[in-house]
């Protein structure tokens, strides 16, 4: 087995019998969005997708975006760019930013009509001077033309702020439906590489709506309390390349034992 990749996980499994509530981030709640059976298979019956290739050029943004605009936090001043934008908000100081923004912890609530604590972790919030919190997610990308939101798979970031505004609201706080994308885009019309990325960057503003958040994850739950497994996406390629892999193989496999069985009828034959 790869080091990187565990195929029969053990925990983090739904059990339709505890009576503890179940953990589940926003990245789990998205792939339930995009495929009920591969969720089931994750959640359920504890095999994930093998991991996806590290993005570590994005992460470094991510962490040098942090850096700068918590120097600006801790002076408790907006950062040029939100100036640029005319934005009157200042990155929110609180006690639990640093949890928030972590992996595996994030913001939590636990949602009691689905016995479940869902989590997710925010890049970053911002505040204005009413207390009144934006949801803030860094992007980073290059590409030839402007970075935009107008892409269909960019429905998945849209989720993803919407899904934090929901999280912050039941933590208590007054969120605004407005939420800010920092889209960090890694310039290709420079004369040359110089050990150096250099990026334009935009805040691009969002109007989510959490709506869909709640019955959404009824019907995750009610997903992972079913006994059968959800139908798998005619248009998905992985699972078409699964089908097909295991119908040749078994075509492979009745083929030897037909030919075995041939052998021992023409040895009997001959005997
Ligand atoms: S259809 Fe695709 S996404 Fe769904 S279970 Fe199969 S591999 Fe996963």
């Known amino acids: 087995m790869s080091k990187y990749y565990n195929s029969s996980r053990t925990k ?42 590290p993005f570590n050029l994005n992460s470094a943004v991510d962490l040098l975006l942090k850096k700068e605009f918590d120097i600006h936090r801790a002076a408790n001043e907006a950062h ?6 005319g934005l009157d908000l200042v990155p929110l100081s609180h006690e639990k930013i640093d949890e928030w923004r972590e992996n595996f912890k994030g913001v939590q609530f636990f949602y009691e009509p689905a016995n479940m604590i869902l989590t997710g972790a925010v890049d970053d919030i911002w505040v204005d001077k009413k207390g009144t919190l934006y949801v803030v997610d860094y992007k980073s990308t290059s590409k030839e033309t402007e970075v935009d939101l ?21 933590n208590g706080f007054d969120v605004s439906d407005t939420g800010y994308f920092v889209y960090c885009n890694g310039r290709r019309d420079v004369k040359a590489f110089d ?28 997903c992972l309390l079913s006994d059968s497994i959800p139908p798998a996406n005619k248009d998905c390629d992985y699972c078409n390349y699964r089908e097909a892999a295991k119908e040749k193989e078994s075509l492979k496999i009745s083929k030897t034992k037909k030919s075995s069985s041939e052998k021992i009828k023409i040895q009997e034959a001959l005997i």
Do not use: H
């Not at 998205?30 to 009920?36: A, G, N, Q, S, T």
């Not at 150096?196 to 995750?220: C, H, Q, R």
């Open 12 to 53: 983090n499994i739904f059990d339709p019998l505890a009576e503890e509530p179940f953990k589940l981030s926003r990245s789990k709640i998205d792939l339930f969005i995009e495929c009920p059976r591969c969720f089931y298979l994750d959640r359920r019956l504890g095999v994930s997708r093998p991991p996806s290739f």
């Open 80 to 85: 040029p760019l939100m100036k640029a934008y």
């Open 150 to 170: 107008n892409a269909a798979w960019q429905i998945g970031y849209k989720r993803q702020m919407e899904f934090y505004q929901w999280l912050l609201r039941k």
């Open 195 to 222: 050990a150096k990325l250099e990026f334009d960057v935009k805040i691009i503003p969002y109007k989510g709506s959490d709506k869909w958040v709640e019955i959404t994850i009824m019907n995750a739950r009610d």
